[in-house]
């Protein structure tokens, strides 16, 4: 069973930034995509970004031009750079491992709290 450990999360004010790390432990990285999923009160777990290990990316069109998805193969971990944070990107952010671009969750982080409030 793979591990994802988040970090990042935080209250930020509007049009502020935060960055998201997410590790996977072992292989479960390899050859699959990581990424994050986003799940607000109310509301399904929806995709975000997903990378790929050959840096194919998916994004949301909602965080499309404010949001960047990077990863590190060597290190086995995935980072969510967001920028030009709104109240409704408020959410609980899950790290994932799936199989492809995408979905197709494999494996689930504890997820990490973002609140974007003034």
């Known amino acids: 069973q793979a591990q994802l450990v988040e970090s990042g999360g935080g209250l930020v004010q509007p049009g502020g930034s935060l960055r998201l790390s997410c590790v996977a432990s072992?292989?479960?990285?390899?050859?699959?995509?990581m990424g994050w999923y986003r799940q607000a009160p109310g509301n399904q777990r929806e995709l975000v970004a997903l990378?790929?290990?050959?840096?194919?990316?998916n994004y949301a069109d909602s965080v499309k031009g404010r949001f960047t998805i990077s990863r590190d193969n060597t290190k086995n971990t995935v980072y969510l750079q967001m920028n030009s944070l709104k109240p409704e990107d408020t959410a609980v952010y899950y790290c994932?491992?799936?199989?492809?671009?995408?979905?197709?969750?494999?494996?689930w982080g504890p997820g990490t709290q973002v609140t974007v409030s003034s």
């Open positions: 072992g292989s479960s990285a390899s050859g699959n995509a």
């Open positions: 994932a491992v799936t199989r492809s671009i995408l979905g197709g969750p494999l494996y």
């Open positions: 990378i790929n290990s050959g840096a194919w990316t």
